[in-house]
């Protein structure tokens, strides 16, 4: 993965957009990691990373995500391989006894000669926050048992901590990354798009794929929120085998809350989580002005609330600002068309390129105090290898950029910071590599919004680093 401090964490194609300050590190640094060899092919079908769990017709490839917009509510997915059974998920606060009930769907869908198993998907709504709720899925000897913890009250000051991940895939790399990230306490996944790789496969295979990265990530989306997003590998335009419908395995495997925040497609979305608000956005949808999604994400803006969810964050798959090979330029159309509203309701750097136009000539970017922070996060472990060949010189607005597998933490400390942490893969080990304090843009901008207690203030801050 190629990774840019302050504005651009960059591999493959994830890019995320925080409206804030940045502290921190070193700029204009290429990072001279280089990685040896560390197996980045796919982990065969047989490996116990892909185990089918026991038990006939047993539920397998288990995930959650937030299933409203505030974050009292999961929508929780499985499949069933053999047969439907039930679409009941049994639920409650103890761990042996379930006192609640709800009643899911379940649905399948060929791709090319492959036919999906059935997939349950069950909004589990009316849940209490900052509570641990156990749930069972399946029945008889079959049945399987999970838990998860709702997110604290919708609250300027609730600190929290995202993981970050993309690119995933399903190698030897993917499993560290995993891995690693497991270990890091966080509890909620921003997932940047690219989930399985099955596109890279044919036929019958992509949907055999699909299958063993559900089983793969189980792990931890069985237990905590995946916040997920689409990238270009989950687009699956195959002509040759007469799919031309894109997006169809993902659509029907990883459901998303889109209606809660009146979207007309689950693939641009909002929720509000903690002390945050978050967007999705599609990077393969039309968002030129007046489509569905254009239309959508003005409005969403006007809703985000900063006295009450200081952090804004954006989610998109290709990324704005880009110093690799890879991709470059690929955001560019997005960055014409959302970028004026990137600033005007400050997504926490600053940089920008708003002045541009096809005769203005200001054709570069400039410092921009308005201007979000562009963290390009990838590289989880795709079979596609790294995103390495970076341009030269290094531009301005790129501050730190590295060729690596991992994944990165947002810690949210209050309305005022937030800590970035990216820790690489180092041929399966964890290496904390990078890291800075983000200074939220709306609450830093206003001197009245900054009379907070000095005592308490000194004290976060020293917590980030503890």
Same mark, same amino acid.
């Given at each position: 993965?190629?990774?840019?401090?302050?504005?651009?964490?960059?591999?493959?194609?994830?890019?995320?957009?925080?409206?804030?300050?940045?502290?921190?590190?070193?700029?204009?640094?290429?990072?001279?990691?280089?990685?040896?060899?560390?197996?980045?092919?796919?982990?065969?079908?047989?490996?116990?990373?892909?185990?089918?769990?026991?038990?006939?017709?047993?539920?397998?490839?288990?995930?959650?995500?937030?299933?409203?917009?505030?974050?009292?509510?999961?929508?929780?997915?499985?499949?069933?391989?053999?047969?439907?059974?039930?679409?009941?998920?049994?639920?409650?606060?103890? #761990?042996?006894?379930?006192?609640?009930?709800?009643?899911?769907?379940?649905?399948?869908?060929?791709?090319?000669?492959?036919?999906?198993?059935?997939?349950?998907?069950?909004?589990?709504?009316?849940?209490?926050?900052?509570?641990?709720?156990?749930?069972?899925?399946?029945?008889?000897?079959?049945?399987?048992?999970?838990?998860?913890?709702?997110?604290?009250?919708?609250?300027?000051?609730?600190?929290?901590?995202?993981?970050?991940?993309?690119?995933?895939?399903?190698?030897?790399?993917?499993?560290?990354?995993?891995?690693?990230?497991?270990?890091?306490?966080?509890?909620?996944?921003?997932?940047?798009?690219?989930?399985?790789?099955?596109?890279?496969?044919?036929?019958?295979?992509?949907?055999?794929?699909?299958?063993?990265?559900?089983?793969?990530?189980?792990?931890?989306?069985?237990?905590?929120?995946?916040?997920?997003?689409?990238?270009?590998?989950?687009?699956?335009?195959?002509?040759?085998?007469?799919?031309?419908?894109?997006?169809?395995?993902?659509?029907?495997?990883?459901?998303?809350?889109?209606?809660?925040?009146?979207?007309?497609?689950?693939?641009?979305?909002?929720?509000?989580? #903690?002390?945050?608000?978050?967007?999705?956005?599609?990077?393969?949808?039309?968002?030129?002005?007046?489509?569905?999604?254009?239309?959508?994400?003005?409005?969403?803006?006007?809703?985000?609330?900063?006295?009450?969810?200081?952090?804004?964050?954006?989610?998109?798959?290709?990324?704005?600002?880009?110093?690799?090979?890879?991709?470059?330029?690929?955001?560019?159309?997005?960055?014409?068309?959302?970028?004026?509203?990137?600033?005007?309701?400050?997504?926490?750097?600053?940089?920008?390129?708003?002045?541009?136009?096809?005769?203005?000539?200001?054709?570069?970017?400039?410092?921009?105090?308005?201007?979000?922070?562009?963290?390009?996060?990838?590289?989880?472990?795709?079979?596609?290898?790294?995103?390495?060949?970076?341009?030269?010189?290094?531009?301005?607005?790129?501050?730190?950029?590295?060729?690596?597998?991992?994944?990165?933490?947002?810690?949210?400390?209050?309305?005022?910071?937030?800590?970035?942490?990216?820790?690489?893969?180092?041929?399966?080990?964890?290496?904390?590599?990078?890291?800075?304090?983000?200074?939220?843009?709306?609450?830093?901008?206003?001197?009245?919004?900054?009379?907070?207690?000095?005592?308490?203030?000194?004290?976060?801050?020293?917590?980030?680093?503890?």
């Amino acid at each position: 993965m190629e990774k840019m401090r302050l504005l651009l964490h960059l591999a493959l194609t994830t890019a995320i957009v925080l409206l804030s300050d940045v502290n921190g590190g070193s700029a204009g640094i290429t990072s001279k990691f280089i990685r040896t060899e560390w197996p980045s092919i796919d982990i065969p079908l047989d490996n116990e990373a892909f185990a089918v769990p026991k038990g006939h017709n047993s539920p397998q490839q288990v995930h959650i995500t937030q299933g409203d917009y505030d974050g009292k509510a999961v929508i929780i997915s499985w499949v069933t391989p053999h047969e439907p059974g039930p679409s009941t998920v049994s639920y409650g606060t103890s #761990a042996d006894k379930f006192d609640f009930t709800a009643e899911g769907t379940v649905n399948n869908y060929t791709f090319y000669k492959y036919k999906s198993g059935y997939i349950h998907q069950c909004l589990v709504d009316g849940l209490e926050y900052d509570t641990k709720y156990y749930y069972k899925i399946g029945s008889g000897d079959s049945s399987r048992e999970f838990w998860f913890q709702t997110p604290p009250k919708i609250d300027p000051d609730a600190s929290y901590k995202f993981g970050i991940i993309g690119d995933l895939g399903q190698t030897y790399n993917s499993l560290s990354t995993l891995e690693h990230y497991m270990e890091s306490g966080a509890q909620t996944v921003l997932f940047l798009g690219d989930l399985s790789y099955a596109d890279r496969y044919q036929f019958i295979d992509v949907g055999v794929r699909w299958d063993s990265w559900g089983r793969f990530v189980e792990r931890s989306a069985a237990y905590q929120p995946w916040i997920w997003s689409a990238g270009n590998h989950e687009i699956e335009y195959m002509t040759y085998m007469g799919e031309v419908v894109p997006f169809k395995s993902y659509l029907h495997r990883y459901p998303t809350p889109h209606l809660a925040s009146k979207s007309s497609s689950p693939l641009w979305y909002a929720i509000r989580r #903690a002390s945050a608000h978050i967007i999705v956005l599609s990077s393969y949808s039309p968002f030129v002005k007046y489509t569905p999604q254009w239309e959508w994400l003005r409005e969403e803006l006007k809703k985000v609330d900063r006295e009450k969810t200081p952090w804004l964050i954006v989610l998109m798959h290709v990324p704005i600002y880009n110093s690799n090979e890879a991709h470059f330029m690929e955001g560019e159309s997005m960055r014409a068309a959302f970028e004026s509203w990137f600033v005007r309701y400050k997504v926490d750097y600053r940089i920008s390129n708003l002045h541009y136009n096809i005769s203005s000539g200001d054709c570069f970017p400039v410092p921009d105090k308005s201007a979000p922070v562009y963290i390009t996060v990838g590289d989880g472990g795709n079979q596609e290898g790294l995103a390495g060949k970076f341009r030269y010189p290094q531009p301005d607005y790129s501050a730190f950029r590295e060729a690596s597998y991992g994944h990165s933490t947002l810690e949210i400390k209050n309305r005022t910071h937030a800590f970035y942490h990216w820790n690489r893969n180092d041929d399966g080990k964890k290496v904390a590599t990078d890291s800075f304090i983000l200074h939220n843009q709306y609450w830093a901008s206003n001197r009245r919004r900054r009379k907070l207690n000095k005592h308490y203030l000194r004290s976060v801050v020293g917590g980030l680093f503890a």
